[in-house]
């Protein structure tokens, strides 16, 4: 209180109020504690986790669920009832990573998850303090969730037809600035961090045609997305998603060979 006082005076004193302002203004500084991410390679929901912590710097530790149909049963008991990943365990004791300790707190859902990190991490603009651009990081993460997410699952994965993907691509793509790399502008935040994974991973199954799409679709899907004039806009943004440093520890070949054997095995069931 007294240190909050005397800066008044000093502020004042040089009558520099709009400094002053700024100060009041500003997110309170945390010091963020200890953080684990329990994550899995394939999963884009996890990738979400993974490219804002990095984005923001943060120091933490990873454990990886090698095999999502057969997760370690602490995982289940001790981590996420739900049993699905992403998950962060926050603050308490140093402890090894699968004996998480019931001191931490744990916490689920990648969107919410996102922003945890851009609220611990402010620095890092994830989320960036004007209410607007709030508003409208928060909207195109939802036209991705709500639009791009399922009619990417039903045109990959469960043998729907890609037209619908089309549509979603178009909503995210008329939400993009004609002349500015990212979702709100110059400014890269939590909007660009959520469509990322889903993006990047719709690349490698469609130019692989990888999918339950019949042969040669993929291929045809991949011309229309990537090299046409259709989605120019929507292809460019994904290259400017994936020259950010955050973005570099995507395995192209892991989720390649993880497709092809999802969709193998997929299309034998259904014979
Ligand atoms: N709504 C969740 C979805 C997470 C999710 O579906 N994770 C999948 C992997 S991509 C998972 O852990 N699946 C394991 C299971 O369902 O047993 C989020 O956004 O975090």
Redesign the pocket.
Known sequence: MEDALCKVMVMSSSLNLARFASYLNRPTPIMPERLTLYT?K?????H?VEIALAEAKADFKTYE?QD??N?PQWYIDKVNP?????AIAYGGPDVPLDQPSPESLKL??????VELVADLFPSSNLLPTDPILRAKSRYFTEVVQSKLVPAWIGAIFSGGPLEPLYAALEAVQALLPADKPYALGDAYSAADVTVTPFLARMEVALKNDTGTFKEGEGIKAAEIIFFSERFARLARYLEALKARESFKTFNTDYITEKYRFWVAERTASHH
Do not use: D, M, N, W
């Open positions: 899995a394939s999963c884009p929901f996890a979400r669920i999502l149909r997760k739900a049993s699905k990943v992403p689920t859902e990648s969107l919410i998850l």
